[in-house]
């Protein structure tokens, strides 16, 4: 087993999962002040401090992604903040893609960018404790996107981008999300993120990436979220297991799902659906910004010196995911 096979499969493996915390501070402002929270790095630390002292994520979280200001930040009580995600045995690790901007002649279209200076910036965060990356590629979708140009360009990213961490010693988390908006059907998006998946692994192999030192996370397949022809939580988990059965290479240890905009509901009992059904070798399980930690974030802006509310809330969340990614969790549990 190679070290970064060893690697992927500690933040996976027995119904552990991702947290996605590395909001930029443009979207990290947007979620702060959608709760009235003033958007300083202080508050920014102060919750994610909070979140990472919960007593679940030595349980349910196997890795945390930061942004950079959060991964060079101290805790109010002295620790790094990679040393305290440590402690709880979760492994730090770290964004490095600098967003998506407009695609040249394709200005619907977004190109994520970061690969210049990259092999640097590897290594600095190597050095603050960070073990796994992550770079998001993000496609439109409807009958015109996306394009080949699209589907292309972000491959060819995230191969590269893979190529670099694994050089230096870390598991890149490769990321294509096909993008909910629209009122595209359930059956194009299965068509259009098996074609983006499958371009991608393309890209990785001719890269030389070890897939077995790869996490992949991917959309689930679903109606837009304008669409009138939304489909059931069961056909999510069928046509998900489809898609990804048909397009990733058996070596792939795990698939962690981007939660994208369902609610923390929907997010788990669709996972549930995936583990009950998973007729894959593949670890399923979650890499989840939003339906992690929404809630979490309204019982903290209630009051944000009280820690303990916004720990429990963190906690369910957590533990609920955590019994998703093993098709055991329930509307009973989730409700108790
Ligand atoms: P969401 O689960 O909120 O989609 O965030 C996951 C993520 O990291 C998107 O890049």
Redesign the pocket.
Same mark, same amino acid.
């Given at each position: 087993m190679s070290e970064l096979n060893k690697i992927a499969l500690k933040i996976i493996s027995n119904g552990k999962g991702i947290l996605?915390a590395?909001e930029s501070n443009a979207t990290m402002t947007k979620r702060l002040e959608s709760v009235n929270i003033t958007s300083t790095p202080e508050n920014r630390l102060l919750f994610r401090e909070i979140i990472f002292s919960s007593k679940n994520m030595k349980e349910c979280i196997g890795g945390v992604?930061l942004y950079d200001e959060t991964i060079n930040q101290i805790t109010s009580f002295g620790k790094s903040i990679p040393d305290l995600i440590s402690s709880s045995d979760t492994i730090p690790g770290i964004k490095v893609d600098t967003g998506a901007k407009d695609l040249a002649n394709s200005s619907e279209e977004k190109i994520t960018e970061g690969l210049d200076g990259l092999r640097e910036r590897l290594k600095k965060y190597y050095k603050l404790g960070a073990r796994f990356t992550?770079w998001?590629g993000v496609y439109a979708l409807s009958d015109r996107y996306p394009s080949e140009l699209a589907i292309h360009s972000n491959a060819h990213a995230l191969a590269r981008y893979s190529a670099l961490v694994q050089e230096n010693g870390m598991v890149p988390i490769v @990321?294509p @999300?096909v993008l909910m908006d629209g009122d595209h059907s359930a059956d194009l998006c299965l068509r259009k993120t098996s074609e983006v998946i499958k371009r991608c692994f393309e890209e990785l192999i001719l890269n030389k990436v070890d897939l077995s030192g790869i996490i992949l996370k991917p959309n689930m397949i679903l109606a837009g979220n304008k669409s009138k022809n939304k489909i059931s939580n069961e056909e999510v988990s069928q046509k998900t297991l489809e898609c990804l059965k048909n397009s990733v290479p058996s070596e792939v240890p795990g698939i962690a799902f981007?939660?994208?905009?369902q609610s923390e509901i929907e997010a788990t009992e669709n996972l549930n659906l995936i583990n009950k059904n998973n007729n894959t070798k593949f670890i399923m399980t979650y890499?989840?910004?939003?339906?992690l930690q929404k809630s979490a974030l309204k019982k903290w802006s209630k009051n944000i010196k009280d820690r303990e509310p916004t720990q429990n809330t963190f906690n369910h969340r957590a533990k609920m995911c955590s019994l998703a990614a093993k098709g055991k969790w329930s509307k009973e549990l989730e409700y108790k």
């Open positions: 996605a590395d992604i992550k998001r @990321e @999300e981007l939660s994208g905009g890499s989840y910004g939003r339906a």
